[in-house]
């Protein structure tokens, strides 16, 4: 999860309010959470492939910019990494290659922006997110 | 009912306790309001698909797991029959309505992959079932109706002697007597088994294998 977000170590209750949400979003279907990083300043959140697991890091948590990514709650942010997970399932190959990277984001974020659990603001954070990614996907491409 | 997502997360109990409820005891839920009332409804997520599934709850903009009860693939592993195994309402006279109901919510929520017979298992019965064509169709009424109530009781008895609340009962009930449609076809004359052939279920599933509890 990039964007600009916060930065500091989670403590024991936010960290617990993850492992809620993980189990609300009904994450455990696709794979597991590791939350063992999530105390580390400045650690990021990301589904790692070759451990088929959603790793919270510190930027679990929104910063003060006013760009989705940044904006985006807890919630939305799991949903987007949960839905790295289930279209790696579903047998999605990640590009990992600049410009093609910004719009398996984008396609991450709509993925996640269909679940059940979101509130309105969430889920139109998703989809502004897929639409900023796109727009970056496009200013790239031009050049 | 119209239902929004609230996206607030604790730890509390399900108000709704569907049968797979993971929330009888204090676990993560989150709550919801109902529209346009705005009361508040603690839920877990799997009553909150159930309440979808069962055409009582509608929330906009999202999907439910795809989650098939019962199923037969055929030998490409493709479903080519869906059921969804429900025990009968006894507050609802209105069963058509009520099946046209939960086969629109499972369409609006993506609920069902295309080109699959779909049936609605009201157990013990009635059973409907809507074929390829109109299984995609929100509004579609289904094509027929299935009355077996005698058999799906005589065989409940047989696997539970025990009388038994449990879903899972009632979905193996209704899996043991789709495999036994598989290994000995009923024949046009059979009483109360012409919907099998006049909608083409039969043959296509006819070499077809049982499966239950698939997600797509």
Known sequence: ?143 | MRIEPSGVVMIGVCEIQTPKCRAKEPSAITAVWTLPGRSQVNVCRECMEEMVRAGEWEMLQSRITPHVDVAVLNQDSKIVLMIEVKKRPYYDEDLLGFAVRVHRNLIVHSGIPSQVFFMLALFPSPFYLWSPESALIPTARPDFMVNCEAEMLHRRKMIAEEPSEAHSITEEVIADWIRDILSHPPDRNSQGMDWLHNSGLLERITNGTVVRELEP
Request: aromatic share 4%; glycine share 4%.
């Open chain 1, 1 to 143: 999860m990039k964007g600009t977000r916060r930065q500091d170590a989670l403590n024991d209750r936010e960290i617990e309010r993850c492992r809620r949400i993980w189990e609300v979003l009904n994450g455990g279907r696709i794979c597991k959470i590791d939350l063992s990083e999530a105390k580390m300043h400045g650690s990021r959140t990301r589904f790692n492939e070759t451990r088929n697991q959603v790793i919270v890091g510190a930027d679990v948590v929104p910063g003060m910019s006013l760009d989705a990514r940044s904006r985006m709650s807890e919630m939305a942010c799991l949903s987007h990494e949960l839905a790295h997970a289930e279209r790696f399932k579903q047998g999605f190959d990640r590009p990992v290659e600049m410009p093609d990277k910004l719009r398996d984001e984008a396609e991450a974020s709509l993925h996640a922006s269909w679940y059940m659990p979101l509130n309105k603001n969430d889920r139109s954070c998703l989809v502004e997110d897929a639409r900023d990614q796109l727009e970056a996907w496009l200013v790239e491409n031009q050049e």
